[in-house]
């Protein structure tokens, strides 16, 4: 099988695909006629999520079976299309859930103890002790809007850092086992109560702009909001009149709606602190990402020689 694969997936990783005997043809910043001609002969594609796989290359590639998408989020694929197509979309929903939590509090902690800000000014020779005055995470109620396995990854570090946790996820149809601790409540209950809200849901339609006005209109006064999950999840418009208004107090932010981001507005208010979508951006996701792509594109090769 012939295996287009973009976005620098962890090559290393793919050598179960080759040593099966597949071909790899590794293409990067392909988008629209590119990449339908670069799918040509192409029996599966692998991408991360730079790669818009739209429904006009879904319809124009057509050797095409298999997506596999290097990581959590399946936005950059047309569904719809695929399925109308019967070609399979995958993805590798665990490789990303450590680097993922632990930028949460990365950000959190930068965003309450300045650390950065501190040890710039030191550099340059200034010793502003006072000025950096923080806060303590500890004894502060996180909620958590969505509870799967990154979720649940962010949940196990708030305890160390003996913070409450509530969370809101209603696809979950029973709570997992092991997080009796973590209170479940629905979301406006838990807008009202969290100290810090951190999102952790994928970008659907049900989600699109799911945290608007009337939602951060209910964050208690001085509460974080946290996005390292999709831009789309949070009206973005509504965010800046917030926080321009000090409610929230402030938003940590690695995603926005349209990326790359730079020049955003919202990057120019003093209580955002914002990064450049790095929730998979360590060795070890990157790895973890391109094995489990591996993996499940050659169970479902296997499937596709059995059917």
């Known amino acids: 099988m012939r295996i287009l694969v973009t976005d620098g997936v962890d090559r290393s990783a793919l050598a ?77 929903p665990a490789a990303n859930r450590v680097s993922v939590a632990e930028l949460v509090f990365a950000l959190l902690l930068e965003f309450e103890r300045h650390t950065g800000e501190a040890a710039a000014a030191l550099r340059a020779g200034r010793w502003e002790k006072s000025r950096f005055a923080g806060r303590e995470l500890a004894g502060r109620t996180l909620g958590l809007v969505g509870f799967g396995r990154i979720g649940r990854e962010v949940a196990l570090r708030a305890r160390a850092f003996d913070m409450t946790v509530v969370a809101h996820d209603p696809l979950l149809e029973t709570w997992p086992a092991g997080f009796e601790w973590v209170s479940r409540l629905d979301l406006d209950p838990l807008l009202a109560r969290s100290d ?70 919202l990057l120019e208010l003093p209580n955002v602190l914002g990064t450049p979508h790095l929730g998979a951006s360590t060795a070890e996701a990157q790895t973890r990402a391109g094995d489990e792509a591996a993996r499940v594109l050659l169970e479902a090769i296997a499937t596709l020689g059995a059917s």
């Open 16 to 92: 179960p695909l080759e040593r099966a005997g597949h071909t790899l043809i590794e293409r990067s910043g392909l988008e629209g006629e590119a990449l339908v001609q670069a799918l040509e002969g192409c029996a599966a594609l692998i991408v991360r999520g730079a790669t818009k796989v739209t429904a006009d290359v879904l319809r124009a590639a057509t050797t095409l079976r298999i997506v596999v998408r290097a990581g959590t989020g399946l936005d950059n694929v047309d569904l719809t299309a695929a399925a109308g197509r019967g070609i399979r979309v995958l993805n590798t």
């Open 196 to 265: 810090v809200v951190s999102l952790h849901v994928p970008l659907e339609p049900a989600t699109r702009g799911r945290i608007a006005a009337r939602e951060l209109a209910l964050m208690k006064p001085g509460a974080l909001l946290v996005n390292a999950a999709r831009g789309g999840v949070v009206d973005e418009a509504a965010l800046l009149e917030a926080l321009r208004r000090g409610h929230p107090r402030g938003a940590l932010l690695d995603v926005f709606a349209t990326e790359p981001a730079t020049g955003h507005p």
